[in-house]
Nanobody, 119 residues
Framework: QVQLVESGGGLVQTGGSLRLSCAASGRIFSSDVMGWFRQAPGKEREFVAAITWNYGITNYAGFVKGRFTISRDNAKNTVYLQMNRLKPEDTAVYYC????????????WGQGTQVTVSS
């Protein structure tokens, strides 16, 4: 089991930036995949970005459009989501998640961190 703790959320104006962090602990394997998801009020949770621990291979949702960057620090067991040029529609609770590389579904989830973008 992997434990995940997010931080870095907050209130920012349109066009601003935030960097979210996700500290992972527990049974972490180099083949695991780390992901960021978000859920806005009244909407379903959606995928934002993912990265592999070992090779740093990344994957992004289409709406990211070069504004967000996912990265990881293996020494710190921490994954980051750098969010630039934020828009009001980016307002959501952002969740960190982990899954084994051999599985499709994310099995471990953090508690979430609120991101609010004011217009």
């Amino acid at each position: 089991q992997v434990q995940l703790v997010e931080s870095g959320g907050g209130l920012v104006q349109t066009g601003g930036s935030l960097r979210l962090s996700c500290a992972a602990s527990g049974r972490i394997f180099s083949s695991d995949v780390m992901g960021w998801f978000r859920q806005a009020p009244g909407k379903e949770r959606e995928f934002v970005a993912a990265i592999t621990w070992n090779y740093g291979i990344t994957n992004y949702a289409g709406f990211v459009k070069g504004r967000f960057t996912i990265s990881r620090d293996n020494a710190k067991n921490t994954v980051y989501l750098q969010m630039n040029r934020l828009k009001p529609e980016d307002t959501a609770v952002y969740y960190c998640a982990a899954r084994p590389g051999s599985q499709r579904d994310f099995a471990s989830w953090g508690q979430g961190t609120q991101v609010t973008v004011s217009s």
